[in-house]
């Protein structure tokens, strides 16, 4: 492992261990009849609670560096907020950090960044935040980025499969020039064993991997391309970054986030853990028309459009039958 970065690395690992120890235990407490009354808090705590340790522990480590993080503590401060905040500081609690309301407040602030800076991490405290409701498919994603290039990603997914193991957790993670590794999530001292993605070259073969919710991404587009390219699989749906780890392992070939409306920019923490993940694994990862992401600027993929993410060997077929099948505007 690289010199370079071994300490952000260290410290990125650890800080998703807790916060998914964190999310882990609130998702535990969804019950059906939250379901059922579509009560979103659970999720609003695990999100608060999550970006906090994060950025309490790279606010320690890491003075200097920005973080453009999803969440502000904003809506705990304000007079509403009390009861959430009080449930945020007993999760947190529960994983062993320590600290009063005002200071977990400021710990969550700390990624309020928004604006390009030459070295920043980007967080996504909870992305998939309708597949934690489901108690499915949930990640919490980790990059560093240094002059607009992602050097080390980190994915814990809690609900993942891990090879050979029954309980299921996957931390997964990324440093560019150094591969893609996992392990299992609650044991750190199992062996990483190496990601790489798929040998599939026949485009007809490919499993097609996409977001559960059409609002994420046009499922009526995505047929039209699977049907271009011959696929005859059905598609494998899950929520958030966890497409990113399917694909790098190998469980799919391909997916696609494919724009539900015009003029949308992609937020930079939906999608960097996942990108240096797959690109470190083998893979390919572009804008739909075929372009490399700029993360230079700020908190969106401003000059970007959608995102295309495959095994590589078939990347210039999926970019063909996406623009062929491009909606009319």
Same mark, same amino acid.
């Given at each position: 492992?690289?010199?370079?970065?071994?300490?952000?690395?260290?410290?990125?690992?650890?800080?998703?261990?807790?916060?998914?120890?964190?999310?882990?235990?609130? !998702?535990?407490?969804?019950?059906?009849?939250?379901?059922?009354?579509?009560? =979103?808090?659970?999720?609003?705590?695990?999100?608060? /609670?999550? !970006?906090?340790? *994060?950025?309490?522990?790279?606010?320690?480590?890491?003075?200097?560096?920005?973080?453009? /993080?999803?969440?502000?503590?904003?809506? #705990?401060?304000?007079?509403?907020?009390?009861?959430? #905040?009080?449930?945020?500081?007993?999760?947190?609690?529960?994983? /062993?950090?320590?600290?009063?309301?005002?200071? @977990?407040?400021?710990?969550?602030?700390?990624?309020?960044? !928004?604006?390009?800076?030459?070295?920043?991490?980007? $967080?996504?405290?909870?992305?998939?935040?309708?597949?934690? #409701?489901?108690? %499915?498919?949930?990640?919490?994603? &980790?990059? &560093?980025? @240094? =002059?607009?290039?992602?050097? $080390?990603?980190?994915?814990?997914?809690?609900?993942?499969?891990?090879?050979?193991?029954?309980?299921?957790?996957? &931390?997964?993670?990324?440093?560019?020039?150094?591969?893609?590794? !996992?392990?299992?999530?609650?044991?750190?001292?199992?062996?990483?064993?190496?990601?790489?993605?798929?040998?599939?070259?026949?485009?007809?073969? &490919?499993?097609?991997?996409?977001?559960? %919710?059409?609002?994420?991404?046009?499922?009526?587009?995505?047929?039209? @391309?699977?049907?271009?390219?011959?696929?005859?699989?059905?598609?494998?749906?899950?929520?958030s970054q966890c497409k990113y780890l399917a694909v790098a392992r190998g469980d799919a070939d391909l997916y696609l986030r494919l724009p539900t409306r015009?003029?949308?920019?992609?937020?930079?923490?939906?999608?960097?853990?996942?990108?240096i993940l797959v690109e470190e694994a083998g893979g390919q990862v572009t804008d739909i028309a075929g372009r490399v992401c700029d993360f230079r600027q700020?908190?969106? $993929?401003?000059? =970007?459009?959608?995102?295309?993410?495959? =095994?590589?060997?078939?990347?210039?077929?999926? *970019?063909?039958? *996406?623009?062929?099948?491009?909606?009319?505007?």
């Open positions: 492992m690289t010199r370079e970065y071994r300490r952000e690395l260290d410290v990125a690992l650890n800080a998703v261990r807790i916060a998914a120890r964190l999310c882990r235990s609130v !998702q535990s407490a969804i019950t059906t009849e939250s379901l059922a009354k579509k009560d =979103n808090s659970p999720v609003t705590v695990a999100d608060f /609670g999550s !970006q906090a340790v *994060i950025c309490r522990q790279l606010r320690a480590e890491f003075p200097g560096d920005p973080v453009i /993080g999803e969440e502000g503590a904003a809506e #705990l401060r304000a007079d509403g907020g009390s009861a959430f #905040l009080e449930q945020v500081v007993r999760e947190v609690g529960k994983v /062993g950090v320590v600290g009063d309301p005002g200071e @977990i407040c400021d710990w969550i602030d700390h990624g309020g960044a !928004q604006d390009f800076s030459p070295r920043f991490w980007t $967080l996504d405290p909870i992305d998939g935040t309708k597949g934690f #409701l489901r108690r %499915e498919q949930y990640a919490v994603s &980790l990059a &560093l980025i @240094i =002059n607009g290039q992602i050097e $080390l990603g980190v994915l814990g997914c809690p609900n993942m499969s891990y090879p050979g193991r029954e309980e299921p957790g996957v &931390l997964a993670w990324a440093v560019r020039g150094y591969g893609a590794w !996992q392990q299992p999530l609650g044991d750190v001292s199992a062996a990483a064993l190496p990601v790489r993605v798929s040998a599939t070259s026949q485009v007809s073969d &490919l499993v097609f991997c996409e977001s559960v %919710e059409s609002g994420h991404s046009s499922h009526d587009w995505s047929g039209l @391309i699977a049907g271009e390219l011959g696929i005859q699989k059905v598609p494998v749906r899950m929520d015009k003029g949308y920019a992609e937020k930079i923490w939906d999608h960097a853990g996942g990108v700020g908190s969106t $993929l401003l000059k =970007n459009e959608g995102m295309a993410v495959t =095994n590589g060997r078939v990347h210039p077929f999926v *970019i063909q039958a *996406i623009q062929k099948h491009r909606p009319q505007e």
